[in-house]
């Protein structure tokens, strides 16, 4: 593959895959002026204090993580695992633009 393709590899998942997993997953994120508040609550459940919920974010991407490494590309799901992994990685992206504060 070379460079160019994977350009255009990248670009047709991210526009035609990770945009559209992002939509139809923001309906459960959070609420209509809260888009952090799930991570928000289970901070506050699980450790006390909403500023864990970036260690939220980061756990909940870690499951697909770690089934990718225990699986690899054996994993029916891989693909799916992949772009969930950047779908969390672009809303911890939104959670450093917000500021954040971070354990």
Avoid at 20 to 33: A, I, T
Avoid at 71 to 81: I, L, T
């Amino acid at each position: 593959m070379t460079r160019d393709e994977l350009f255009e590899v990248i670009k047709k998942e991210a526009q035609d895959n990770i945009l559209r997993l992002f939509e139809v997953k923001n309906q459960s994120y959070g609420v209509f002026d809260d888009a952090f508040h799930n991570f928000r609550e289970t901070a506050r459940r699980v450790f006390g204090d909403e500023r864990y919920m970036f260690k939220v974010l980061l756990t909940l991407m870690d499951k697909h993580l770690v089934a990718l490494v225990n699986n690899g590309v054996n994993d029916p799901e891989a693909a799916s695992r992949l772009r969930d992994v950047c779908v969390y990685s672009l809303i911890g992206i939104a959670m450093l633009q917000e500021g954040i504060e971070a354990e």
